[in-house]
């Protein structure tokens, strides 16, 4: 049985950020999944109704349905947002090993950094902000996700396709203090997988010391990684292919065939 992995996009994400990795990894063997977060499937200028009231633990639960589904327990691999929910599905026991990817923090890893504050400050000015649809304008991409982008013309057809999230969202991971709900809370000591955490020096919306603490968190089973050179966008950006190199032989290092194979 072939080695399966679920990717998790993030925040304003669709799949199709995960082209440049999906095609990496088949050619390495492996069954790779790479699903719509719920709302995630429509037009970039046209949010569907209830988006912006949708919760993290709404993302989670959909990603636990479709992996119940599978045949064994699959690698997860999450990007930013999707990287708290790959934590989400780990101290679930949902998953054989997570792979982080500048991931956003749990409730109680501190987090306000002034270059993320200031990625979402136009958002957070809005009133009602916390249960409507947002979406990153132009000059907001490319200060947080882009910031080391060298082809302008291929980061602004990524920008592209960003489509709307939910303010609901932003709330539980931004400001999980006022979250009734705890949608961001992970229980360090449910995480028994073998996890993979890696940062970039020059992300600005997930900054390498938040990252260095998300892994702190998860010891002794987190292994932690810095890329040197690399913002946010490490998906798609230039190097995105020795990030992904690292990350496969990590995990066939620590997931042979055999234990991703059975149930």
């Known amino acids: 049985m072939q080695r399966s992995v679920v990717m998790i996009h993030g925040m304003w994400g669709t799949p199709h950020v995960w082209r440049h990795w999906r095609a990496f990894l088949e050619a390495r063997?492996?069954?790779?999944?790479?699903?719509?977060?719920?709302?995630?499937?429509?037009?970039?200028?046209?949010?569907?109704?209830?988006?912006?009231?949708?919760?993290?633990?709404?993302?989670a639960d959909d990603l636990q349905a479709e992996i119940a589904r599978m045949p064994a327990k699959?690698?997860?691999?999450?990007h930013s947002m999707g990287g708290l929910l790959a934590q989400i599905l780990a101290a679930r026991q949902s998953c054989a090993a997570a792979v982080l990817l500048c991931p956003a923090p749990p409730a109680g890893v501190f987090a306000l950094h002034p270059s993320?504050?200031?990625?979402?400050?136009?958002?957070?000015r809005r009133w009602g902000w916390w249960k409507l649809p947002h979406r990153a304008t132009y000059k907001e991409a490319m200060y947080g996700s882009f910031n080391t982008c060298t082809d302008r013309i291929?980061?602004?057809?990524?920008?592209?396709?960003?489509?709307h999230e939910s303010g609901r969202v932003l709330v539980?991971?931004?400001?999980?203090?006022?979250?009734?709900s705890h949608a961001a809370t992970?229980?360090?000591?449910?995480?028994?997988?073998?996890?993979?955490?890696?940062?970039?020096d020059k992300d600005r919306l997930t900054p390498g010391a938040v990252v260095r603490r998300v892994a702190q968190r998860y010891a002794p089973v987190a292994e932690h990684r810095e890329f040197a050179g690399h913002g946010h966008w490490?998906?798609?950006?230039?190097?995105?292919?020795?990030?992904?190199?690292?990350?496969a032989d990590w995990l066939e290092r620590h997931l042979p065939a055999a234990d991703t194979a059975s149930a």
Do not use: N
């Open 29 to 59: 063997g492996w069954q790779v999944s790479t699903p719509a977060l719920r709302h995630h499937d429509a037009p970039p200028f046209a949010p569907p109704p209830g988006l912006g009231t949708t919760s993290l633990l709404d993302y």
């Open 74 to 78: 699959p690698v997860v691999i999450g």
């Open 116 to 124: 993320a504050m200031r990625a979402f400050l136009r958002i957070q």
């Open 154 to 163: 291929a980061c602004g057809h990524d920008y592209a396709r960003f489509v």
């Open 172 to 180: 539980e991971i931004g400001l999980p203090f006022l979250d009734r």
């Open 186 to 200: 992970v229980d360090p000591a449910a995480v028994t997988c073998p996890m993979l955490v890696i940062g970039a």
């Open 234 to 247: 490490v998906v798609g950006q230039p190097g995105w292919q020795d990030i992904a190199t690292f990350a």
